[in-house]
């Protein structure tokens, strides 16, 4: 194997370059992965653009580590292990979730390995390269699993943001008799209406302001679907529940008005389940939360322990993945690729292929 590879490093906002890299050395505990597709994410696109949450205010409080490799939604072959590393080997297709915990603090110690202090996320640290390359180190606190036999390439790049999706609902603790909305269908969005409509509950809502989205919204089980350029979501969801409102609003769009219309739509009692992530800062009146509806504001982060049910939802035909990848690039085509993300019309999720 030749020790250089491909890879679409990023040194600053608008400044990312697809160039030479070293193949990375494994050491203890680790593994080598001939990286075979990878997603790309909002994040990565903000992470683009210079997002504030990624590049912070100064040096001092920025979270990426640049130069750096991107890309947290990767799979890959096994083609280099440590000899220390049990139960997988060389030749194997596995996945690796997209946080690498420390493994020490409170909340690794605790299980919760999801909200570690500090933790890497893949393609915003040095050490932690992430998969828009030829080859990606698997760290030895990486968690691992398997892709089974038969996946298709776009359905081992979904797993990682559907089990974000799956996560949110998780912590959204649906009931069969909920009204559920999911606002925002993208990849992760259409996912949620998906998995939501497993539960059975009374009915699930799906809210985007692009048609083809909606479309698919119906495809993958919304009772309804939305679109608040065209009609007063809240209003509608009151008049499709006898003017109580929905009991869950996943808000998965980070758009700041998605906030207000969410407590707008919500009942009493409602529960708001935070995951998509905002460019700026929402307003809303906060007075709905206590003195008006006691409403319970849930937050969502990352996927917890839900990979193994999303690849399980997959093998079993449960969680659907056609049209979820809207558009394949070569590495090496990663700006049109990233431009296709942020721009077309008709983008769902974008994946790259360093190599075929
Ligand atoms: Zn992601
Ligand atoms: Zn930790």
């Given at each position: 194997?030749?020790?250089?590879?491909?890879?679409?490093?990023?040194?600053?906002?608008?400044?990312n370059r697809?160039e030479?890299f070293?193949?990375?050395?494994?050491?203890?505990?680790e593994?080598?992965?001939?990286?075979?597709?990878?997603?790309?994410?909002?994040?990565?696109?903000?992470?683009?653009?210079?997002?504030?949450?990624?590049?912070?205010?100064s040096?001092?409080?920025?979270?990426?580590?640049?130069?750096c490799?991107?890309?947290?939604?990767?799979?890959?072959?096994?083609v280099e292990?440590?000899e220390?590393?049990?139960?997988?080997e060389?030749?194997?297709?596995i996945t690796?979730?997209?946080?690498?915990p420390?493994g020490?603090?409170?909340?690794?110690?605790?299980?919760?390995?999801w909200?570690?202090?500090?933790?890497?996320v893949?393609?915003?640290?040095?050490?932690?390269?992430?998969g828009f390359?030829?080859?990606?180190?698997?760290?030895?606190?990486?968690?691992?699993?398997?892709?089974?036999?038969?996946?298709?390439?776009?359905?081992?790049?979904?797993?990682?943001?559907?089990?974000?999706?799956?996560h949110?609902?998780?912590?959204?603790d649906?009931k069969?008799?909920?009204?559920?909305v999911i606002?925002?269908?993208?990849?992760?969005?259409?996912?949620?209406?998906?998995?939501?409509?497993?539960?059975?509950?009374?009915?699930v809502?799906g809210?985007?302001?692009k048609?083809n989205?909606?479309?698919?919204g119906?495809?993958?089980?919304?009772?309804?679907?939305?679109?608040?350029?065209?009609c007063?979501?809240?209003?509608?969801?009151m008049?499709?529940?006898?003017?109580?409102?929905?009991?869950?609003?996943?808000?998965?769009s980070?758009?700041?008005?998605?906030?207000?219309?969410?407590?707008?739509?919500?009942?009493?009692?409602?529960?708001?389940?935070?995951?998509?992530?905002?460019?700026?800062?929402?307003?809303?009146?906060?007075?709905?939360?206590?003195?008006?509806?006691e409403l319970?504001?849930?937050?969502?982060h990352?996927?917890?322990?839900?990979?193994p049910?999303?690849?399980?939802?997959?093998?079993?035909g449960l969680?659907?993945?056609e049209?979820?990848?809207?558009?394949?690039?070569?590495?090496?085509?990663?700006?049109?690729?990233?431009?296709?993300?942020?721009k077309?019309?008709?983008?769902v999720?974008?994946?790259?292929?360093?190599?075929?």
């Amino acid at each position: 194997m030749s020790r250089t590879m491909k890879a679409l490093v990023s040194y600053a906002p608008y400044d990312n370059r697809y160039e030479d890299f070293p193949v990375p050395e494994i050491g203890k505990g680790e593994l080598l992965l001939k990286v075979k597709g990878c997603g790309i994410c909002a994040g990565d696109v903000k992470s683009y653009h210079g997002g504030i949450r990624i590049w912070g205010t100064s040096e001092e409080n920025r979270y990426i580590e640049a130069p750096c490799i991107g890309g947290h939604e990767f799979y890959g072959e096994i083609v280099e292990k440590a000899e220390d590393v049990t139960g997988y080997e060389v030749g194997e297709v596995i996945t690796a979730e997209q946080v690498i915990p420390c493994g020490e603090c409170k909340f690794c110690r605790e299980g919760k390995y999801w909200m570690c202090t500090r933790s890497a996320v893949f393609g915003f640290k040095q050490y932690a390269n992430g998969g828009f390359a030829e080859y990606v180190k698997i760290d030895k606190n990486c968690i691992k699993h398997r892709i089974p036999e038969g996946f298709t390439q776009e359905q081992a790049v979904l797993v990682e943001p559907i089990a974000c999706g799956m996560h949110a609902l998780e912590r959204a603790d649906i009931k069969h008799s909920d009204v559920v909305v999911i606002a925002g269908l993208g990849a992760i969005g259409l996912s949620m209406v998906n998995i939501a409509s497993l539960y059975l509950p009374g009915m699930v809502i799906g809210i985007d302001v692009k048609e083809n989205r909606l479309a698919m919204g119906k495809e993958f089980g919304a009772d309804v679907v939305l679109n608040p350029a065209e009609c007063n979501v809240a209003e509608e969801i009151m008049k499709l529940t006898d003017g109580l409102g929905c009991d869950v609003y996943v808000e998965a769009s980070g758009s700041p008005g998605s906030v207000t219309q969410g407590m707008d739509a919500l009942k009493n009692l409602g529960r708001y389940v935070q995951m998509g992530v905002f460019a700026k800062e929402v307003q809303a009146d906060w007075n709905v939360i206590g003195d008006g509806k006691e409403l319970t504001i849930i937050g969502s982060h990352l996927s917890a322990l839900t990979y193994p049910a999303v690849i399980k939802g997959i093998q079993k035909g449960l969680i659907r993945t056609e049209g979820l990848i809207s558009h394949r690039f070569k590495l090496e085509d990663w700006e049109e690729a990233f431009e296709t993300a942020e721009k077309a019309e008709d983008a769902v999720k974008v994946m790259l292929v360093p190599q075929e």
